[in-house]
């Protein structure tokens, strides 16, 4: 019992931690920061449940007032803002990207990055596309359009998910909780 | 570490925090039913007299909140430009930042204890499938204390990796990282074991 709770509160931290990381600037200008990524581990890691209730305590604390989320920013706005659609969809995709490590029993690396993609872009975006369109006042495919340029960038996070999280399986196999 | 609570005290902080959030949802959902130019420029200066009220250094902060917005804004502009409506575009700004600034306003006048107080009387109801609040509180004390913790053990892999190696570390931290949380975790399961669990 303790040691769920600590796990969901340390990935939260981790969470938090991966948005102060500086942003790498890709090509497009756009800004790539790990947090999505931590959002991804939280899942591939600690497995479906405890990933999305670590997901749930860092929002918790970004709505209550924490500048945790990338870019320092934090607090009631953000959830006001167009990214609200991303900022619901995160917990989901935790849950998602856990449960496909849970279930299928691919290799570890190969399970983890379907689940990051399947989980953290896919369903991330069915979030995140119409809480963008609602937001801006535009329609679900100019949403779409509008948040390809972050798609290099999640593709990128996909690839490192599932290299960190094999990583960790080889160096401490009884540390990965999404594969009991 | 820093929260956004603004250290200026405004008539606003005064007021209980469940009250300015209801109200906060109120206006939020009038907002977005608003389209009309005129109604929104109305609905704007509601946020704005208030943070107004609070001074100089108050309105600086409050700004200062909104600057992640700016990104879109600029989207907007172009996307309207090229359309051809920028009347249009405009209103969707205008509802835009009148949106962030009033929930911004809320949690710049809101202790983080207040707010953290909230949350925890909505999640009193989940005691009853297994989930007792104090361990949600507990929780959210355990990240609160844990995010510099994180932060500094971060530095330190990135600075080891930087002492053996020419090349920049990169993601070469993470993998590290990722151990070093659920390391402290195990750690601090055991230390809330021995102090009688975490009820």
Known sequence: ?180 | MLTLTSPVDTPLHRVRAEIKLAALCSFTVLLFALHSPVALVLAATVPVALIATGGAVFARHGLRMLRPLWPFLLVLAIWHAWTDDLAQGLAIGLRLVTAVAAANLVTMTTRLSDMLAVIEALLAPLARFGLPPRRAALAFALVIRFIPVLADRLTQIAEAFTARSRRRPRWRVLVPATLAALDDADHVAEALRARGGAG
Not at chain 1, 69 to 74: A, K, N, Y
């Open chain 1, 1 to 180: 019992m303790e040691r769920s709770l600590t796990h969901i509160a340390l990935f939260a931290a981790l969470v938090a931690v991966l948005g102060l990381v500086p942003p790498i600037m890709l090509g497009s200008g756009v800004p790539v920061t790990a947090q999505s990524l931590g959002i991804m581990l939280c899942g591939t890691v600690l497995g479906a449940r405890k990933g999305a209730l670590a997901v749930l305590v860092f929002l918790a604390l970004v709505a209550v007032g924490l500048p945790i989320l990338s870019g320092g920013r934090g607090g009631l706005g953000v959830f006001a803002g167009p990214s609200v659609g991303f900022l619901v969809g995160f917990p989901v995709a935790a849950f998602v990207a856990g449960l496909v490590v849970e279930r299928w029993s691919a290799p570890v690396g190969l399970a983890a990055g379907v689940g990051a993609a399947l989980g953290g872009v896919f369903v991330l975006y069915a979030f995140g596309i119409p809480g963008m369109a609602v937001m801006l006042d535009k329609t679900l495919a100019e949403a779409a359009l509008l948040i390809t340029a972050y798609l290099p960038g999640d593709a990128i996070k996909v690839v490192l998910a599932a290299l960190v999280t094999r990583g960790i399986a080889q160096m401490r196999p009884g540390a990965l909780l999404s594969r009991p």
